[in-house]
């Protein structure tokens, strides 16, 4: 039997977490957020949990939370999360009305799990 991360998170948390996402997502429309398309950049530090941010050229804005601070490499999770939504996104069997876009999440949260376990052989040398 597999657990979500949502399965192990107390309401509490998952608030927090919501609040933090809204957070992050309101500094990309801040007029002194001073970052890159392209180029992962820290946000904020709150309650012990890093926020950084990704937004693409196209707008699409991605968030990761992590209990530290990361270095140029976390990129590479930036880009491949990326990628995994465009195949989500940009697939011939989904309708074109994203209102009818379905996803299976079991298997979008493997993939994104993978992504993480990639990254962590690819770079994390502790």
């Known amino acids: 039997e597999t ?9 509490n948390e998952i608030l927090k977490y919501q ?11 801040s007029p002194f957020f001073e970052g890159e398309q392209g180029i992962p950049v820290l946000l904020f530090i709150q309650d ?3 926020i950084y941010g990704y937004e693409t050229n196209t707008g699409l804005k991605i968030l990761i939370g992590s209990s ?8 590479f999770i ?5 990628r995994l939504y465009l195949n989500l996104i940009v697939n011939p069997f989904q309708s074109n009305d994203l209102s ?8 979008t949260t493997l993939k994104v799990n993978q992504i993480i376990d990639e990254w962590d052989k690819k770079y994390n040398t502790e």
Do not use: P, R, W, Y
């Not at 609040?19 to 429309?29: E, W």
């Not at 530290?68 to 990129?75: R, T, V, Y």
């Not at 930036?78 to 990326?82: I, M, Q, R, T, V």
């Open 3 to 11: 657990h979500t991360l949502v399965d192990e998170l107390s309401e």
């Open 19 to 29: 609040f933090l996402s809204n957070m992050a997502l309101d500094i990309f429309l």
């Open 48 to 50: 012990g949990i890093n």
């Open 68 to 75: 530290s601070e990361i270095d140029e490499s976390f990129g």
């Open 78 to 82: 930036f880009k491949k999360l990326h």
């Open 100 to 107: 009818q876009l379905t996803i299976n999440e079991e298997k």
